[in-house]
């Protein structure tokens, strides 16, 4: 049996603020002051993700506000000219929006945010559109599950399927560190139980302290 992996779903914030793309420049600014947030999300009339608009799409209208550039140098930030040239939420945002499924999980999430440098992910559902915003800090919650609850997911998704003829083998889960101990018949499995306990969500670090049951060993 396979573990329930958490969905972004479950950990997504709902309401979420979002800009119509003729939202002005001084509108966003405001906008994110007001809420406290990063990056907000453009969306068309029907509620399709179109785009996000981040505080690093701000920030050349202040770079270049009173500075000139020479010819060369206005060639390579082309891109950034245009964003201090800009002025509503459809000439500023980065488009296509980067996002995810309401479905994808707390890993595939996570794995987006570090290959694609982001903060924030709007989610979007079945039809595309807009259901919430996922950000580090809310990927982050998978690490505050409760030990116990770890433990008992380690017992039956790992040791009951790899040793379910041992006995006396341990699991303890301290802050999310868990150790294996005990003796098992073959050590070979070993190294796979500790890779399967460390994909389990919460886990922090595994130390194995399992070994082989001494030959001749009889009984469970």
Request: aromatic share 2%.
């Amino acid at each position: 049996m396979s573990a329930k992996k958490s969905t972004v779903e479950s950990v997504m914030t709902c309401q979420v603020v979002a800009l119509d793309p003729g939202a002005p420049f001084r509108t966003i600014v405001e906008t994110m002051d007001r809420f406290d947030v990063g990056a907000l999300p453009v969306l068309a009339g029907d509620g399709r993700v179109i785009g996000v608009v981040s505080e690093a799409d701000l920030l050349p209208k202040e770079e270049f506000r009173a500075r000139r550039l020479a010819a060369a140098d206005r060639d390579r930030r082309e891109d950034a000219l245009a964003k201090a040239e800009a002025g509503t939420a459809g000439e500023l945002m980065t488009a296509p929006a980067v996002c995810v499924p309401a479905d994808a999980t707390v890993s595939e999430a996570a794995r987006i945010v570090a290959l694609r440098k982001v903060r924030q992910l709007p989610v979007i559902g079945p039809t595309g559109r807009l259901v919430g915003m996922v950000g580090r800090h809310d990927l982050l919650k998978v690490f505050l599950r409760p030990d116990g609850e770890i433990a008992d997911e380690l017992r039956e998704e790992v040791v009951d399927v790899l040793f379910p003829e041992e006995a006396g083998i341990e699991v303890q889960v301290h802050d999310g560190r868990v150790t294996l101990r005990g003796t098992v018949r073959d050590i070979g499995l070993v190294p796979v139980a500790a890779r399967m306990a460390q994909s389990v969500e919460g886990v922090v670090d595994v130390h194995d302290e399992l070994t082989a049951k001494p030959r001749g060993t009889a009984g469970p």
